[in-house]
């Protein structure tokens, strides 16, 4: 095999070629942070449920994209998030009163909480070595299971889910403004693409990357992949947690399709389509096909799904990249043909 | 006792059915690489053709015919519009067959609608035997199931194109050096697969609601009873599917349905930990 030189250890060597992307991320993040002048009420609270599937999307980006773990069931962890912090500030778990049953606690709790239980699926996933297809079936059904206790539970609101959520609080200060929650979502997707960008380049990153480009190779030189992809796994499930909590926080309910089947495949399709192995543009691709889909699903109704559908086909066919991912990789970073 | 036979009885079809989708599915993956996600709806499409027939006013039978000709067509098309151009990409497979399961789902949606339809059962009369009545339609399933589960072990153990088949889930490029044209493997193989679960789609429809959801309700335990059994072996599709299905089948007797699945599920990934290659698989390190 006369294969180039693995493109994880050349983005390693040649870090100033990373500026293109970088600077591209700048020039979204300024266009989002000014965005509130235009004014216009309507996309403001839009653009701020978007966002958090955006955040969403990249924690998929770094699960799927960077750790090669195709998971089909990664609602489970947003809309475990959810439901954790949901629960938590109406007062209806047990033994979370006063200073644990505050906004910032419960935020913590149900991050932690996921954590915790994707890293148990995680230890029984990795050292099963479960990989490729059978992973992504696993985690399926994971998902259709979730759902199904979601909707048969029903303290947790059953079939209809938990309404009226009170609005999350810091220090007294209460995010009910429109502004205030666009603000308060958008710093939470700045702080986790930062975070993530940082995961990625970090010299775990690179590992990482080799894992998923050769897994026997990096394995020969001694590293754990096991416990390399059980971590990428939690970070991946934290901030899918994080995005979970912010879209109680944002959209006042919280439902079983939040934790199930359809969130989870979907998720995948604006990655796919976005583009897997840039997290910028998974984030972009959550946001483009969702603002497409609020105005095609009027249009075209049911056709609209089968539309997607397709589309999706022939993205995986002839874009295996993603639309927005080939524009915005670096020329260094492309992907050995032939291997996803 | 009454009762618990008729309850075996009950497990053992779901058993029967469960291990004819999985063994289309077994066959697909052991021999292309393919996990075919799709494989759900081609289940769901053989029962609508019931669901067709019916409102034309056939009547049953003539969809036991129709259900796997029509879906094994159906397969043939997708394996050579869409498959055909992935196998050098085994991952984007299972990406790419989402989007056909998705796609298919729709247009049933939009032909059909969204909610359960119901098919008249076609031998509406009881069998009674020692005191004990059963519908003679799950007989006629069960009956049904068993030739198709025995003649696909005959084509696979007894027939030449079984001995290809075979040897390509072995070694696929050895295979493919000794002359056997993988390519129209692959498409005959997936044809079949798709007739398999067109097929159990139809023998299924009387007895249960036919909605756009129910390929997945196959599609999941059928997979896991793979991953149970192991690949690479129709006996590991026979010890999965018996495990799973009937496994199932109790727990949702004794418990409920719900409870059923996160017990089958925890054991199957707790099994997978201990024993990767499956119960019967032999460890294929590729």
């Given at each position: 095999m006369n294969k180039p030189i693995s493109p994880a250890i050349s983005a390693a060597r040649s870090p100033?070629?990373?500026?293109r992307p970088a600077r591209i991320a700048l020039g979204v993040m300024v266009i989002f942070l000014l965005f509130p002048l235009t004014k216009n009420d309507y996309w403001v609270v839009n653009l701020t449920q978007l966002m958090v599937y955006g955040i969403f999307a990249m924690s998929l980006s770094l699960v799927w994209g960077y750790g090669g773990i195709l998971c089909f069931g990664h609602a489970v962890y947003f809309g475990m998030g959810a439901y954790i912090y949901t629960l938590i500030v109406k007062g209806m778990l047990p033994g979370f009163t006063g200073i644990l049953g505050t906004g910032i606690m419960a935020l913590i709790t149900a991050i932690s909480g996921v954590a915790l239980f994707a890293a148990v699926i995680g230890y029984f996933l990795f050292y099963g070595r479960l990989s490729g297809p059978y992973l992504g079936i696993v985690t399926l059904a994971m998902a259709v299971i979730a759902e199904r206790i979601a909707v048969d539970w029903y303290y947790i609101g059953g079939y209809n889910g938990l309404f009226s959520i009170p609005p999350f609080s810091i220090g007294g200060y209460q995010f009910i403004d429109p502004l205030a929650l666009f603000y308060l979502v958008l710093s939470a997707a700045i702080a986790v693409y930062l975070l993530l960008t940082h995961v990625v380049k970090s010299p775990f990153g690179i590992i990482l990357r080799a894992i998923r480009d050769n897994e026997p190779r990096a394995e020969s030189f001694g590293y754990n992949s096991a416990r390399h992809k059980i971590i990428t796994f939690v970070i991946g499930a934290a901030v899918a947690a994080l995005s979970g909590v912010l879209f109680a926080v944002v959209t006042e309910f919280v439902s079983p399709t939040l934790i199930g089947f359809s969130l989870s495949t979907e998720v995948l399709i604006w990655v796919a389509l976005g583009g897997k192995e840039v997290i910028l543009a998974a984030f972009l691709g959550a946001l483009a096909v969702r603002a497409l889909e609020a105005w095609l699903s009027e249009l075209m109704a049911y056709y609209w799904l089968l539309f997607l559908g397709i589309f999706f086909v022939i993205a995986v066919i002839y874009f295996p990249r993603g639309i927005f991912g080939s524009w915005l990789a670096d020329r260094y970073e492309h992907r050995i043909k032939g291997r996803s | 006792m009454a009762d618990l036979i008729i309850q075996i009885l009950n497990g053992l079809n779901f058993v029967l059915v469960l291990i004819m989708v999985a063994m289309g599915l077994m066959i697909i993956f052991g021999l292309m690489n393919v996990i075919n996600m799709a494989h759900g709806e081609f289940f769901l499409l053989g029962a609508y053709t019931v669901v067709v027939t019916n409102q034309i006013g056939l009547g049953f039978w003539p969809a036991l015919v129709l259900a796997p000709l029509a879906v094994g067509l159906i397969g043939m098309f997708i394996e050579y519009v869409c498959i055909r151009h992935l196998y050098q990409r085994p991952l984007d497979t299972i990406l790419a067959t989402w989007g056909v399961s998705l796609a298919i789902k729709q247009l049933i949606i939009i032909f059909f609608g969204p909610a359960g339809l119901t098919v008249s059962p076609p031998l509406p009369w009881m069998i009674s035997v020692a005191g004990i009545n059963y519908p003679a339609y799950r007989l006629f399933i069960m009956t049904v199931a068993l030739i198709i589960i025995a003649f696909t072990f005959y084509i696979f153990l007894r027939t030449d194109f079984g001995l290809g088949a075979r040897a390509v889930i072995a070694n696929r490029d050895m295979a493919a050096t000794l002359g056997i044209d993988t390519r129209r493997m692959y498409r005959t193989t997936f044809t079949f697969g798709a007739a398999l679960a067109g097929l159990a789609g139809a023998v299924m429809a009387p007895i249960m609601s036919c909605d756009p959801q129910m390929g997945l309700g196959f599609f999941i335990p059928a997979f896991l009873s793979i991953l149970v059994g192991g690949t690479g072996t129709l006996y590991g599709v026979l010890a999965g599917g018996a495990i799973v299905g009937g496994g199932d089948s109790l727990f949702s007797y004794h418990y409920s349905p719900v409870i059923a699945q996160v017990v089958i599920f925890s054991l199957a990934i707790v099994l997978i930990r201990i024993r990767p290659q499956g119960l019967l698989g032999a460890r294929n390190n590729e």
């Open positions: 100033g070629l990373r500026i | -």
